[in-house]
């Protein structure tokens, strides 16, 4: 009986050593594929330097390098996967978090087991598993003794963001990874960490333990009943919302008699095994023909992409339908999670039809690098994804950073507990109005200055708009009027746009301007150069110029030959 106690053992000491051994890699090892990643980028990839200064870049890698001798193995690998989220490109990044379908053995990063969202009103704990039931629907405070603000901004480096939204929507699956928190400094030692978060009014921690990496049981991220897993609103009172329902197929329709509403939840840019995204778009087609349709909404808050190449239908078919095809009857919803593919989607349906954007910004830049390349450090064998693909199907000029909604909506912790859906609401309760433009210059037209500037100012204060604002169109405002001869309402919509807005030069440009015409030279020079102290190398070129111009009538309507 000795003897084999001593070879299980002798076995599982081995087993230890050999496990030990994958990870056990030395510091000139490290090196190597350090130095493999650097050469990958530089001499492969180097398109990324044109938003990326290089130098900076080197430094970081160098100084990666130096500390590679006095860091944990997780430590080194945070690090290299900083290197390629540092260029900021979402298709572009060394994947480490522990959140995926086929979780990668060589990486053997841990999770803790529950699901963070941030929410309008906060970051709370959205799902986890059965033991942690008493902490699901907690608002999170702190993670061991960091401040949750803090710890998100910690884990910020490690995530290959492309713009906000894309970090609010990949930022829980870092901050419930012991490896990456540990390496960023948020808890002090990989495994337990006590959270603090409050519920029903109290304060409290649980010890959350590290466990191997794995996908929540469900579809889409979110855990089904009877999984082990308990999402917060499993227990409410009401139907799950029409997004949420039925979300294992990639596409589905519903149609609402009460509102004349039909609405298609497109969650993937990938064809059904049965059902192409042809075909069903075909359907979708089809029953707007068919029946009283009058609104139409296409839900695409979750759809990550797929195949662009996949898109067409989908467009073609919102273009042809003359019946939904206007302003007022057509809506998309888009999100955090809009991402690839459902990007390219939603720029065409900007281009091409009259849709409405509700929601969230996307989380994609409108242009963007996606399509990448696998490679794999030569020692540690960890793959690295990089995109080499330019997809620009909007103008080449368009530098934004997302598409964002002409109505916000955002979605609070109360909203998902009860399965409300404030977004289909804003849908179902829109009543089409002429835009403001149209708006203010019906009021000027009839008398109603002050009227129309406190139509203005109630546009702009509403968060609903936040996202698109006042400004464009009360500069153009202006400047149709002045055009027109009508300088004194142009004035006033000048000064009310500096005010609605005092930190763009552009207003301040204009009002300028319009003084100019109006004679007022002084106030001219004044506004003139508040634009050029306040944006010298954009807006301030023109103002510069301008000021010039200015100063050399004053002097010559004062006959000092000196610029006052």
Not at 46 to 73: G, M
Not at 102 to 124: E, H, K, M, W
Not at 322 to 338: C, D, M, S, V
Request: proline share 5%; with cysteine; aromatic share 10%.
């Amino acid at each position: 009986m000795k003897t084999i106690h001593l070879l299980v053992s002798a076995l599982l000491l081995c087993l230890f050593i050999n496990g030990d051994s994958l990870n056990a890699q030395s510091a000139s090892e490290w090196h190597e594929d350090l130095a493999f990643l650097k050469r990958t980028i530089v001499d492969e990839n180097s398109h990324f330097f044109r938003t990326t200064d290089r130098q900076t870049w080197e430094n970081e890698v160098q100084a990666l390098h130096d500390a590679i001798p006095n860091l944990e193995r997780h430590e080194v690998i945070v690090g290299l996967a900083k290197l390629i989220a540092g260029f900021k490109v979402g298709h572009t990044q060394m994947p480490i978090h522990p959140w995926r379908g086929r979780p990668n053995a060589t990486l053997g990063f841990q999770r803790y087991a529950i699901r963070p969202y941030v929410f309008s009103d906060g970051i709370y704990i959205r799902s986890g598993k059965e033991k942690y039931r008493d902490a699901i629907g907690g608002k999170i405070l702190k993670i061991g003794d960091t401040p949750i603000e803090a710890a998100m901004e910690a884990v910020r480096p490690v995530i290959p963001w492309e713009n906000e939204q894309f970090f609010l929507s990949a930022v829980p699956s870092y901050l419930t990874c012991p490896e990456i928190l540990h390496a960023q400094k948020v808890i002090e030692k990989l495994g337990p960490v006590q959270l603090t978060y409050e519920k029903d009014g109290k304060v409290r921690t649980i010890e959350l333990q590290p466990e191997p990496a794995g996908f929540v049981p469900g579809h889409r991220g979110f855990a089904s009943k009877g999984s082990g897993w308990i999402e917060v609103n499993h227990d409410a009172a009401n139907p799950l919302p029409l997004y949420l329902k039925n979300l294992d197929p990639n596409y589905g329709y519903e149609y609402l008699p009460k509102h004349k509403l039909l609405y298609v939840r497109h969650s993937s840019v990938r064809n059904e095994d049965g059902e192409s995204i042809a075909a069903f778009f075909q359907k979708v087609e089809t029953f707007i023909d068919e029946n009283p349709v009058e609104k139409v909404v296409l839900d695409v808050r979750l759809n990550g992409g797929g195949n662009n190449y996949l898109n067409k239908p989908v467009i073609t078919g919102l273009i042809r339908s003359e019946k939904i095809n206007q302003p007022g009857r057509l809506f998309t919803i888009i999100g955090r999670r809009t991402f690839s593919a459902a990007q390219n989607m939603v720029n065409e349906i900007e281009k091409y039809t009259e849709t409405i954007f509700v929601g969230e910004p996307t989380a994609e830049n409108v242009n963007f690098w996606g399509d990448t390349r696998r490679y794999q450090l030569p020692n540690s064998g960890l793959p690295m994804f990089i995109s080499w693909l330019w997809w620009q199907n909007m103008d080449p000029r368009d530098t934004r950073p997302w598409t964002a909604p002409d109505i916000a909506i955002d979605l609070s912790f109360a909203d998902y507990r009860n399965n409300h859906d404030p977004v289909l609401k804003a849908i179902i309760d829109y009543d089409h109005q002429a835009p403001l433009l149209d708006q203010l210059r019906d009021l000027v037209q009839n008398g109603k200055v002050e009227e129309a500037m406190t139509a203005a100012r109630k546009h702009a204060a509403d968060t609903r708009y936040r996202y698109v604002g006042v400004e464009d169109d009360l500069n153009r405002f202006g400047y149709e009027l002045m055009n027109n001869n009508h300088t004194k309402e142009a004035i006033s919509m000048f000064r009310l746009n500096t005010e609605l807005y005092p930190q763009s030069a552009n207003t301040f440009d204009s009002l300028a301007e319009g003084l100019w015409k109006t004679g007022d030279l002084k106030a001219a020079v004044t506004y003139y150069e508040k634009a050029l102290a306040m944006d010298p190398n954009g807006v301030g070129v023109n103002s510069a110029n301008m000021l010039r111009q200015v100063r050399e009538q004053l002097q010559t309507a004062s006959g000092s030959g000196n610029s006052e």
